[in-house]
């Protein structure tokens, strides 16, 4: 049997690269607005979608604990999807490169306070998971007909213990 227990890292721009975006006030606004009252930190997600429109909902998600066991991650062929946490909320991220139509290498991350992630279309990923406190999450994604979730669960789960922050 493999070990089966995923690392959590921090969150960063750089290592979320290949799954989606780092959504987050980084550095300076690129432009002030509202006569000069409101810096604008400007396209900070690349949003996807196939076929449909984007949609802006909310999400209430009760709380996570650990040890998290990840049994199943979904995916959007259709659509990327935008998580953000109305609150400051912490929240892990669980997301997985794919083989063929298959979930493989999952890698966790756990967001700091006023971090939001943009997924790309297609990426595996688990599910909402705020830590410790429930959370209420803004959520952009694909609004349209035909379906736009897959889900894979694994012959045995994975289990997150620690957070190490």
């Known amino acids: 049997m493999t070990d089966r227990t995923l690392t959590v890292a921090p969150l960063t721009a750089e290592a979320f690269t290949p799954y989606g975006d780092v959504i987050e006030a980084r550095g300076a606004p690129t432009k002030m607005i509202n006569q000069g009252m409101c810096g604008r930190h400007h396209d900070l997600a690349q949003l996807d979608f196939a076929d449909g429109r984007a949609g802006i909902s909310l999400f209430d998600a009760k709380a996570r604990h650990l040890p ?11 659509g990327s999807q935008a998580f953000m946490p109305v609150s400051q909320t912490r929240f892990l991220v669980v997301v997985a490169d794919d083989d063929n139509g298959t979930p493989v290498n999952p890698t966790a991350f756990v967001t700091a306070p006023g971090q939001s992630i943009n997924l790309h279309r297609g990426v595996w990923h688990g599910v909402l998971a705020p830590i410790n406190a429930p959370g209420q999450f803004a959520v952009v994604d694909r609004i349209g007909d035909g379906p736009n979730l897959e889900e894979h669960w694994f012959d045995e789960p994975y289990i997150v213990k620690t957070i190490e922050m």
């Open 68 to 78: 998290h066991m990840v049994d199943m991650v979904e995916r959007h062929p259709e």
